[in-house]
């Protein structure tokens, strides 16, 4: 039975719905008698964050109120518990905007880019509200959350349990990456200290080469290099042989030697089958780990050819490894390691010799690298990073011409180019830098209104210089805040025949910097900061040599 309150309540409803269901009347409205003051319009608006003074003015858009989020999409699952960053346009710059009554700042372009928090589990949507007084719009925007965490009451020693499925006896062996051309140096399986992603990439295994399987962990296989060396790869990265199979001995002939070529220096190993190696760079020198190689003429020490660049080779014979040190009397300047013809093959670079210090570029060969499609971010009012960093390469491109540069581009038109493809088209151009063009954005639950985006990546140490000195001249060019010099597993840096970074040149999820790449003067400054980097990364090698 309804309670008189109930009751009461519910006629409230009718009686209100009855009013909200009154023809709205299309009488025309009134003029205002004459000397009748008109109030202004006024609007609702956030205050916008002070402005960078280096960077372009955000232009002013008057159009439609129309919302656009450009992120999160509708259904996305936020991979946040408590805040969240959201953008996108109105369509116009003098909109004020509200999200789940919050107000939010709205550029003069009409971007917006708000930080919020995330809204209630029993309603995980974005309500959004943009209005400029005579045009308004609103929308409703679906967004999935995280379930809560679940508390575990019971107590477990987690380090006690192995999930690993342990692959029963008798022991299986498999052959890494069979390739149909066994000399192909681009084709390479890498192998990490854990399985799934997010690994240090520490191991780059030849095809067919051979390895123990000791488990399995969902995508990934456990695998031994030798007795004391387990690692993981990707099951689709191996080929399971038959039982009883059983790989021979490997072993490093006695004919291991220094041969010497005008352009680099090839360590020559002889081995019976492609040896799991570890390639570390420490100051001047390279150490070179042969796994589960057993040397037949134990020596300390190669015979020498004569060579200025390589200041001498020692072995040391480990445990079921051989060791080989590097010693040069420069830093290294890049590397590759090949299986060819039944020898292991470690072919250190030599430095490009500099014939011009005042023009150090001069008849190099440098590879320039637009970042995206496919993938890659995009700004509030839409705008594409892959678009973005074109514009910047082509720019790029064109001052290094002028320079006397050779320039490599890995793209020239917005037609996708496979990640894995640029460091190889980069190597076997044969590249003196790899220079890869990106701007940034940050994963859910970071405000990047309070971090810094404009940095130069590496992997191999031997890109460090490269990086340091783009950064210090990048960094002020772009005018944003500076994140600096930082090592990160990325694949087109990767390539080790050249020092190769990936520059970063800001948040285009900002309005602000999003506004900047739109303009080709902003490009430029990109394209100049990263020039003046090579000039100075180059010029230093002049004066070494």
Request: net charge positive; aromatic share 8%; glycine share 8%.
């Given at each position: ?406 320039v490599v581009m890995t793209r020239t038109t917005m037609d996708p180019v496979d990640l894995g493809a640029r460091p190889i088209i980069s190597r076997r151009a044969n590249a003196q830098a790899f220079i890869s063009l990106h701007l940034d954005a940050e994963p859910d639950g970071v405000n990047p209104m309070t971090h810094a985006a404009t940095a130069c990546y590496y992997f191999w140490p031997h890109s460090v210089s490269l990086a340091q000195q783009t950064i210090a001249n990048l960094g002020p060019a772009m005018g944003t805040p500076i994140l600096g010099v930082k090592y990160q597993n990325l694949a087109v840096a990767r390539g080790s025949w050249m020092p190769a970074i990936l520059c970063e040149g800001g948040f285009l999820i900002l309005p ?34």
């Amino acid at each position: 039975m309804m309670t008189i309150r109930a009751v009461a309540f519910a006629l409230a409803l009718v009686t209100g719905a009855a009013a909200c269901s009154r023809p709205i009347s299309t009488a025309p409205v009134p003029a205002p008698a004459p000397g009748t003051v008109v109030p202004a319009r006024t609007v609702e608006r956030a205050a916008l964050p002070p402005r960078n003074s280096a960077l372009p003015a955000v232009p002013d858009v008057r159009g439609p109120v129309q919302i656009n989020v450009v992120y999160p999409k509708p259904d996305q699952l936020i991979q946040s518990r408590d805040s969240n960053f959201i953008f996108g346009s109105v369509g116009s710059g003098d909109a004020g905007l509200k999200i789940n009554g919050v107000l939010v700042p709205v550029w003069p372009n009409g971007a917006f880019f708000g930080w919020l928090p995330l809204p209630p589990q029993q309603a995980p949507f974005y309500d959004i509200a943009a209005t400029n007084g005579l045009d308004t719009a609103r929308l409703s925007l679906p967004i999935k959350l995280l379930p809560p965490p679940v508390r575990d009451t019971i107590r477990r020693d987690t380090l006690a349990v192995d999930t690993t499925q342990r692959t029963a006896p008798p022991v299986q062996y498999a052959l890494v990456a069979p390739a149909s051309n066994a000399n192909d140096t681009d084709r390479v399986a890498i192998a990490r200290p854990a399985p799934g992603d997010g690994q240090q990439y520490k191991w780059f295994l030849f095809p067919n080469t051979p390895v123990k399987l000791a488990g399995s962990k969902g995508d990934f296989v456990k695998a031994e290099l030798d007795s004391g060396a387990p690692v993981w790869l990707q099951k689709t990265d191996v080929a399971v042989q038959p039982t009883g199979f059983l790989p021979p001995e490997r072993i490093a002939g006695g004919a291991t030697r220094l041969e010497s070529a005008p352009g680099w220096v090839d360590l020559v190993v002889p081995t019976n089958s492609p040896p799991p190696y570890l390639a570390e760079e420490n100051g001047n020198s390279i150490s070179v780990l042969l796994y589960g190689t057993r040397a037949e003429s134990p020596v300390a020490s190669l015979p020498m050819p004569a060579d200025k660049y390589v200041a001498g080779v020692a072995v040391t014979n480990e445990a079921g490894r051989v060791r080989y040190t590097i010693n040069l009397n420069r830093a290294p300047y890049g590397y590759l390691a090949m299986y060819q013809n039944g020898a292991f093959i470690f072919r250190v670079r030599r430095p490009p010799v500099i014939g011009d210090a005042s023009n150090p570029l001069r008849g190099l060969t440098i590879a320039v690298d637009p970042g995206h499609p496919p993938a890659g971010t995009t700004g509030p009012t839409s705008f594409y990073e892959g678009e973005a960093v074109l514009g910047v390469g082509l720019k790029l491109r064109d001052l290094l011409v002028q320079k006397g540069v050779n320039v490599v581009m890995t793209r020239t038109t917005m037609d996708p180019v496979d990640l894995g493809a640029r460091p190889i088209i980069s190597r076997r151009a044969n590249a003196q830098a790899f220079i890869s063009l990106h701007l940034d954005a940050e994963p859910d639950g970071v405000n990047p209104m309070t971090h810094a985006a404009t940095a130069c990546y590496y992997f191999w140490p031997h890109s460090v210089s490269l990086a340091q000195q783009t950064i210090a001249n990048l960094g002020p060019a772009m005018g944003t805040p500076i994140l600096g010099v930082k090592y990160q597993n990325l694949a087109v840096a990767r390539g080790s025949w050249m020092p190769a970074i990936l520059c970063e040149g800001g948040f285009l999820i900002l309005p602000d910097v999003e506004a900047a790449f739109r303009t080709p003067q902003y490009q430029e400054r990109m394209a100049r900061g990263i020039l003046a980097g090579l000039e100075s990364y180059f010029a230093s090698l002049a004066r070494a040599q």
